[in-house]
């Protein structure tokens, strides 16, 4: 596989560790754990490649963040702001567009700082300010932006908000975020919030007149909306108020997992009949099923397949929402503050030291089109999971 053009850049190498920020020792990028291949013939190697040279691949939801080596000095680590980007682990990852998903609040919940605007603000300018010193990855505001990535061997980078919480109750702040580069950002968390409830909340009582409200200013802008962690009556009431398409950018099917954290078949179908696109979600003990109870690439591919049978080809892809160093260590971390625990009750699972196949952005998409292969996908379709059902949506949701 063709590597972008990276020449060893480490983040914030411009400052001194030390006197300009505290060092942290970081995890591995590549190889931390074992590396799995999907097992493929050398034809059918071959023809992965090729589809990874020749397409555009888009992670509709993704981290690409290094964690602490130690995960539970992640708290000190996010109060400093100054997270470090994996520009190793990208440029092998295939990935030409990446709906980079800054933390905005989430892990500074557990320093009771959570969700302020100007925690929003400066997890925004540290990132950006860290990719202007490097020339891999560049940010993507058009349309074209996403096009040329690929032909120039380097990643565009559709800089994402999990949740729309920090907003508060300011519609202008939705037209702020714009201006400094947010292009995707999600209506709630898994709590609720002002525009409409999270998938947390025992009652949903779906999408405020403030979250119209923003869905509209939304529309207006040009900003792609996501109603991955929404409740479902709140995801449905999105779908169905946004005059664009949506994405329900990391997720699967609670029919063959039943948790909140996962879709029912009937909001699946409708972001579908709007013309959405439904990303499937491989952050660790997620998408697993049970003929698959063991999270990894398998289980990872059931949802995939029963999502796409279910709404069609054309409106599926890839948000595995991975990042670099432990994850199942870092939701231990952060349990009680991220209500992970929550979200999984109803069934019971075997817990494992991490996804198989997808541990980390470096080996998901590889491994994702030697599976599609494996398993007799046309071309065609490879090439619209890939990215051209995301690229489509984004071509009418950015739309000015």
Known sequence: MKTKAYKGYKSFQYLEPGVDYKPFKLAKEIGRVEPYVVPVTPEQERLAQELLEENIVVSLHDHSFVTPENVYEIFDYTRRGRQWTGYEGLSVSGIDVLFENFMDGTAMITSNAGWKWTDIIHDIGMRFSDFAHQDMLFRAEVYD????AKAEGKIAVVATLEAATAIENEVDRVDVLYGLGIRCMGI????????????????????????????RRMNKLGMAIDTAHCGDKTALDVIEYSEKPVFISHVGAR????????????????????????G?????????????PQHSIESYMEHFEYIANLVGIDHVAFGPDTLFGDHV????????????ASTHSGESFEEVEYVKGLENPSECFPNITRWLVKHGYSREDIAKVLGLNVLRVLKEAWAR
Do not use: M
């Not at 932006?145 to 040329?148: I, K, Y």
């Not at 029919?255 to 439904?278: H, I, M, S």
């Not at 499937?280 to 698959?292: D, G, W």
């Not at 260590?329 to 992970?340: M, R, V, W």
């Open 145 to 148: 932006d996403l096009l040329r």
């Open 188 to 215: 709630t968390y898994s709590e609720s919030n002002a525009l409409g409830s999270g998938l947390r909340e025992a009652n949903d009582g779906g999408l405020t007149q403030f979250g119209k409200q923003v869905v």
């Open 255 to 278: 029919a063959l997992w039943n948790t909140n954290r996962l879709k029912p078949d009937y909001v699946l179908k409708a972001c579908a009949e709007k013309g959405g696109v439904v």
């Open 280 to 292: 499937i979600e491989a952050a660790p003990h997620t998408t697993l099923t049970h003929k698959h």
């Open 329 to 340: 260590g870092l939701h231990h971390a952060f349990a009680s503050q991220l209500s992970i």
